[in-house]
């Protein structure tokens, strides 16, 4: 069983991954660059309470008659 594991260990170099460990990441700055992005977009980004969002082009929300 050890010798099957080790092989496996070598053809798969490219994880760095010990066992037990959860894969993934966190990235601490998705707001902001969230945020700018939208800035950049020309729309504004509400942020829902399940922490998905809703981007809203506000230039044409109001027409003057």
């Not at 066992?19 to 966190?26: P, S, W």
């Not at 020309?42 to 309470?49: A, D, F, M, T």
């Amino acid at each position: 069983m050890a010798e099957t594991i080790e092989k496996f260990s070598k053809a798969f170099k490219s994880a760095n991954i010990g066992q037990g460990q959860k894969v993934g990441y966190l990235e601490d700055s998705s707001e902001e660059r969230l945020q700018a992005t939208a800035e950049h977009e020309g729309v504004k980004l509400y942020r829902n309470p399940d922490g998905s969002h809703l981007a809203v082009d506000e230039s044409h929300s109001s027409y003057d008659d």
